[in-house]
C-alpha cells in the first residue's frame, strides 16, 4: 500500500505542498503565470502489435472490451509510481504533489450527435493493475450510460447555471480566488473536471487522429493525452522485404512547471517502454518512488 502523509499547515485538499523545490523550478510559476504559457507539446507514434496481442488476450481471458483507453490508464498509473513528478499540479504559484492519480476523460452519454456530454471522474492508487482500471473505468462509464445517473460534475454544473449570468461570473471568480489559496470545498474538488492528474481522449475510438488539446487555466490538470485512429504502414526493412505494420499515435500538452524537461523525458521513456510491454501491467509495482518533501 502507498506511504500515507500527515498534511501540514500550507497542503491542499487534493495535495501536499512541495517544500524542498530547488529556488530557480520554485520561482518559475511565478514567471509564467498562467497553463496557457507553460505549455509544452509532444506527440510519439508507437507500432502496436504486441499491444494488439496483448488486448486480444485479455478479451479472450475474460475482460471484454478492454482497449487501448484501459491500456493508456494503468501505463500512466504505473508511470506515475517510478516517477511521481508527473503527479504533481502548479496551483497559486505553488507546487503541490498529489497522492493519487486523478483520472479525467469526457464521454457522450450516447453515441449520438445529439446526445449530452459529461466528465467521468476516477481516483487511482499508484499500485494498480491494468485489471484495476479496467473494473473500475468500466464501472463508472457504465454507470453513466446504462443506468442515465448524473456524474457530480453534472450535478456541479446544474446548481452554478440556475445562477443569473452576472452572479455566476462573480461565483467563478471568487472560485478561483479559493482555489488560489487552497481553499476550494470538497464538494468542488471531488466534481471539478478541471481538478485532477491526467485528463485523456481516446480520438481513435471514433476515427479521429490524435490531436493537441490545450490544458485549461482554471484548475490544476496538467497533462492532457489524446489518443488518435490506429493506421496500418507499409515499410521496407533492409533486404527490401516490404511488411505491413500497424501504429497508433498518441500527442501530449504538458504543464511545464511541474518538473524539468528531463525529468519529463526520462519519465516518459519509460511511459513508451511500458507501452511495448503490457505485460507488467498485470502485476501490482514492485516499488512506489515517493515525491521529495
Do not use: W
Not at 97 to 105: D, L, Q
Not at 118 to 137: G, P, Q, W
Not at 217 to 229: D, K, R, T
Not at 247 to 265: A, N
Request: charged letters at 30%; proline letters at 4%.
Amino acid at each position: 500500500m502507498e506511504k500515507k502523509r500527515k498534511k501540514r499547515f500550507g497542503d491542499r485538499r487534493d495535495g501536499r505542498r512541495l517544500r524542498k523545490l530547488d529556488p530557480y523550478n520554485a520561482m518559475i510559476p511565478f514567471i509564467m503565470k498562467e497553463k496557457s504559457e507553460a505549455s509544452n507539446y509532444f506527440s510519439e507514434t508507437i507500432e502496436i502489435t504486441e499491444i494488439e496481442r496483448f488486448l486480444r488476450k485479455k478479451r479472450i481471458d475474460g475482460y471484454p472490451g478492454m482497449g487501448m483507453l484501459h491500456l493508456f490508464i494503468a501505463t500512466y498509473i504505473r508511470t506515475a509510481a517510478q516517477y511521481p513528478g508527473i503527479n504533481r499540479f502548479c496551483s497559486g504559484q505553488r507546487i503541490y504533489a498529489r497522492e493519487n492519480v486523478e483520472f479525467m476523460m469526457t464521454i457522450k452519454k450516447r453515441l449520438r450527435t445529439d446526445a449530452s456530454e459529461t466528465s467521468v471522474k476516477i481516483a487511482f492508487e499508484r499500485n494498480e493493475t491494468i485489471t484495476d482500471v479496467y473494473h473500475k473505468l468500466n464501472e463508472e462509464i457504465n454507470k453513466v450510460r446504462n443506468d442515465g445517473d448524473e456524474t457530480k460534475t453534472d450535478k456541479l454544473a446544474a446548481s452554478f447555471m440556475k445562477l443569473p449570468r452576472g452572479i455566476l461570473r462573480c461565483t467563478v471568480g471568487f472560485l478561483k480566488l479559493l482555489d488560489y489559496f487552497g481553499m476550494l470545498p470538497k464538494v468542488i474538488l471531488d466534481g471539478s473536471p478541471f481538478h485532477g492528474s491526467v485528463i485523456m481522449t481516446d480520438l481513435g475510438s471514433i476515427g479521429l487522429p490524435a490531436i493537441y488539446h490545450h490544458l485549461y487555466n482554471f484548475g490544476n490538470l496538467p497533462v492532457f493525452i489524446a489518443m488518435g485512429a490506429k493506421k496500418k504502414v507499409y515499410e521496407m526493412d533492409s533486404k527490401g522485404n516490404v511488411s505491413s505494420k500497424r501504429y497508433i499515435e498518441f500527442k501530449l500538452v504538458v504543464d511545464e512547471r511541474i518538473c524539468d524537461g528531463f525529468y519529463f523525458s526520462q519519465a516518459f521513456k519509460v511511459f513508451k517502454s511500458l507501452l511495448k510491454s503490457p505485460e507488467i501491467l498485470d502485476q501490482p509495482p514492485d516499488e512506489i518512488v515517493e515525491d521529495i518533501e
